[in-house]
């Protein structure tokens, strides 16, 4: 199963991140001074190779869209290094970009936004929305502009006639197609996505997580895949980071992370996933208290209050992201100590072939007499 | 294979309206959207009954008419209600009340919600009053249907806010909802629901909007506390996994109508109709066929204004059966072999 995705995957690495920060000020006061610091991105490391799908998960306030949004200079870091591999300028550290530099890079680089109805303009028409990049980059024009956008729409499954129609006309899974499209408009290589499901109905999520796939295939797309929901990501993925307050506290094959965690806040994320089984009904482990405030976090490791296995040690020091094999990286003191609960695989639904139409046909008629 | 609707015949004569086990029993109800662009046609005959003290979950993708149901047995739904009835029977007596009959604002209704039905919303951020703190929003409630005395109002406050799990009940009584995290919000709404130990908990949504974490802790709760008062929980929501881990029985519906309904087990393990297959398929499963294509169901729901001739699924059934399932609504049946399981489809009449 995975000798598939690994066609197209190498071991050059497209885009670095070394000690990413991004701190939001708090202004208080009538002179806006600032009395503080939101620590959203706290200084993460991790790396994306070409053609493969890096999850990025945690809870909502942990980070993970700060994170996507800083490293396409959406949101402009406090520090740290943003390598990414552009193929016709090189490696080049995007954090430190000027806005013209930028422009040349940017076609490499987009983004599918979470929400499908505020991510995209209700005054533009689906042609000029999915046009714009393109218009913006001065790739195309005229007839050869229209051409491009309609072969964009068929390759998401819109149809091409739709163009001149508003967003509003559309539901929820297409719209987000769209979004797709507007992202794939300049050949990218790398596609920050940003809660590309959460909005959708479950059969819709299906059919857009598909698409994603297909198209990482046959463009040779290389995904940073920010999520919520962990049996999509396992689905999606082939590495995944988790990360906890601003920081990945564990990064490892999808494998790996999701049947040997390493970290008790990914073994207690993983014990909460609602198992679509009823035979097996599962407890929580118990989490005390809340995620603690970015702008407020506690000393030591950001997990240790609520933690079961959280030692002195723990309390004073923070332990560093290290890699204990298999680039398996970690951020626990006692990573190598800790024997944690990954998931249990579910068993396949017995699921039963629909009956065939002609089949089917004697058993009705039988039925009816 | 018997017709239920022949099989409840005997029901609906009025000699035993609602079984001894039954809470609530909705018999065909019809429910309409009046807008300027025409009629939405929410509720088409849905009919179920909720045991005492089992957990019936209610899924289906939006739009499918699982909140109106829910609403309506609380009278708070805006729509108009067509035909059927809702009766409901409270905790050991023998009367049985027909809810669309009572008046949405007359006093017999008001006794009955949030005192015997009680709702728990999917948004904590917005149902809960900004401009009162936790605790007199809960003592609301008692002091409307359990006690005049307000000292023991609060302190059944505190105490029912200790048992959903709040560290400090004192203090979260005297807080406002802004001060409280998501997951103390949802905590707050399921002890402002239980506060008067209600006959039914409707419980629309309650950890859609959650983090995974908080999620698994207020499953828990419920469960807990579900086991503790006995109270019969309509569980709406549209993942599969809470249900998988919640409910006793569940009920699948596609728009405005239940297509298939059986035990939580043979929905997993048995499921009939192909919708409720499609949907089973369609959701990634932990260990399971990683990095091949999801089974996805094709097309979108149909636009609520239209209506579909026959079985409302057959323009995206994998299945349909030409000539028949697009234009013959299919009756709702029993499963061969089966006394509790059933299913709306062509294939199995």
């Not at chain 1, 071991?11 to 503080?36: A, C, M, N």
């Not at chain 1, 809870?59 to 949101?75: A, W």
């Not at chain 1, 046009?131 to 499954?157: C, H, N, T, W, Y």
């Not at chain 2, 809810?99 to 604002?105: A, S, V």
Request: hydrophobic share 35%; aromatic share 6%.
């Amino acid at each position: 199963m995975d000798t598939a995705k690994k066609n197209g995957r190498s071991d050059e690495i497209l885009l670095e991140v070394r000690g990413l920060k991004k701190h939001f000020p708090i202004q208080s006061g009538f002179l806006r001074r600032v009395t503080g610091y939101v620590k959203a991105v706290d200084g993460i490391d991790f790396y994306i190779k070409k053609g493969e799908t890096l999850g990025l998960v945690g809870e909502s306030g942990c980070g993970k869209s700060t994170t996507g949004r800083t490293i396409l200079r959406i949101l402009d870091p406090t520090a740290g290094e943003v390598i990414f591999d552009d193929p016709n300028i090189g490696k080049v550290d995007l954090a430190k970009l000027n806005r013209a530099q930028l422009k040349r890079v940017r076609p490499n680089m987009q983004i599918i936004f979470q929400d499908p109805f505020s991510s995209l303009n209700p005054r533009l028409t689906v042609g000029q929305i999915v046009g714009e990049p393109l218009a913006i980059q001065k790739v195309a024009s005229g007839q050869a502009l229209k051409d491009r956008v309609a072969e964009l729409l068929q390759e998401v499954g819109i149809r091409p006639e739709n163009m001149t129609r508003y967003p509003h006309a559309f539901s929820g899974g297409q719209r987000q197609r769209i979004g797709i499209a507007r992202a794939l408009a300049l050949n990218p290589k790398l596609i920050v996505c940003d809660e590309p499901v959460s909005a959708l109905d479950v059969s819709i999520q299906a059919q857009v997580l598909n698409l994603l796939e297909e198209l990482q295939e046959k463009y040779d797309l290389t995904y940073l895949f920010v999520a919520h929901d962990l049996s999509v990501v396992e689905h999606i993925s082939d590495r995944v980071a988790v990360m906890y307050v601003g920081y990945i506290v564990e990064m490892a094959s999808t494998e790996q992370l999701y049947y040997h965690p390493k970290h008790p806040y990914t073994e207690a994320l993983l014990a909460a996933i609602p198992k679509p089984d009823p035979r097996k009904r599962t407890r929580p482990i118990k989490l005390p208290g809340d995620v603690p405030s970015p702008a407020n976090p506690p000393s030591g490791c950001y997990f240790h209050p609520r933690c079961r296995y959280a030692e002195e040690i723990c309390k004073v020091e923070r332990p560093p992201l290290r890699d204990i094999g298999g680039e398996h990286w970690v951020a626990c003191h006692f990573a190598e100590k800790l024997q944690l609960q990954g998931v249990t695989r579910l068993n396949e639904i017995p699921l039963i072939e629909l009956p065939r139409r002609q089949a089917l046909v004697p058993a009705t008629t039988a039925a009816t007499t | 294979m018997t017709n239920v609707a022949t099989g409840t015949g005997a029901a609906a004569t009025d000699t035993r309206i609602v079984s001894e086990d039954d809470v609530v029993r909705v018999e065909d109800l019809r429910l309409s959207f009046y807008t300027s662009l025409g009629v939405v046609r929410a509720l088409n005959g849905v009919s179920f009954n909720i045991p005492r003290g089992k957990v019936l979950g209610v899924v289906g993708e939006s739009g499918c008419g699982k909140s109106q149901t829910g609403l309506s047995i609380m009278q708070l739904t805006p729509g108009r209600i067509e035909s059927g009835r809702i009766l409901f029977r409270e905790f050991n007596t023998s009367e049985v009340i027909d809810i669309t009959k009572l008046e949405k604002n007359g006093p017999e209704m008001r006794k009955i919600r949030g005192n015997h039905i009680s709702m728990i919303f999917q948004e904590p951020m917005t149902s809960l009053n900004p401009c009162y703190t936790v605790g007199n929003q809960i003592e609301e409630a008692i002091l409307l249907h359990q006690t005049q005395d307000k000292t023991e109002a609060r302190r059944r406050a505190v105490d029912i806010l200790r048992k959903v799990g709040m560290p400090n009940p004192e203090r979260i009584a005297d807080s406002y909802p802004h001060q409280l995290s998501g997951g103390m919000r949802q905590r707050a709404m399921i002890a402002m629901a239980l506060s008067c130990t209600p006959t039914l908990l409707i419980a629309d949504e309650p950890t859609t909007a959650l983090d995974v974490t908080t999620e698994a802790q207020i499953l828990d709760l419920m469960r807990d506390l579900q086991n503790e008062i006995g109270t019969s929980i309509m569980f709406i929501t549209h993942n599969m996994g809470v249900v998988a881990q919640m409910c006793d029985e569940v009920a699948v519906m596609y728009l405005g109508r239940i297509i298939e309904r059986a035990a939580v087990d043979d929905i997993f393990y048995d499921p009939k109709h192909p919708y409720t297959i499609s949907l089973l398929r369609s959701i990634p499963r932990l260990g399971v066929a990683r990095g091949q294509k999801l089974e996805s169901i094709k097309g979108t729901v149909p636009d609520p204004y239209s209506t579909v001739p026959g079985c409302p699924f057959h323009p995206r059934c994998p299945a349909a059966i030409p000539g028949l399932c697009d234009t013959v609504m299919p009756d709702e049946t029993f499963v061969a072999g089966s006394r509790t399981h059933t299913v709306r489809c062509h294939l199995y009449t």
